[in-house]
Every structure is written in C-alpha cells, then in structure tokens.
C-alpha cells in the first residue's frame, strides 16, 4: 500500500525538473525566434556585386608568394594610453 501511494504522488525531482521545463520553454522559443528572424534578414541582404571579385582576384594574382603570406597576417593595434598621453606626444 505504501508503494501505491508513493506513485500516486510526483516525487520533489520530478517537480523541479517540470517548473524547470516550463520555465525556460519560453526562452528556448523566443531565442529560436530571434535567430530565426536573424537568419531570414541575412538571406536578404543584397549580394556582392561580381566585379568587386574579379578585382580582388585580379590584384591578388599579381602578388609576390611572399606578399600573399603577408595577407594572412593582422597587426593588433591598439592602445590603453588616454587623452593625456596622446597629447603629450608631438605628433
């Protein structure tokens, strides 16, 4: 008899895992919303135009192999000097 009463009631864990799936279920919508409508306003931005392609390929094709490496790279350029300190500099 204990064991039917004790199925008959929804243990503690069982609870919080419902009020946990019910409370973000409204989240988990509204994110997928949000990409949703992301995504539907990347697809409709406008397409490159060819010729700015062909240029690209154009210039590349005319670099050294060297200077083609030499793309590949990025300078970070950066600074945590103030406007004190970029005024003192005599530029």
Known sequence: MLNQQ???KPNSVQMCKSILVYSLAPFVLMLGLTLQ?????LQNLPKKPPFED????SV???LS??????QLF???AFSN???QEYAAMDC
């Open 6 to 8: 004790s199925s008959d």
């Open 60 to 62: 590349f094709q005319t």
């Open 54 to 57: 062909k240029w690209v390929d």
């Open 65 to 70: 192999p060297r200077e083609k490496i030499a």
């Open 37 to 41: 409508k992301d995504l539907v306003e």
């Open 74 to 76: 990025m300078v970070a």
């Open 81 to 83: 000097w103030d406007e």
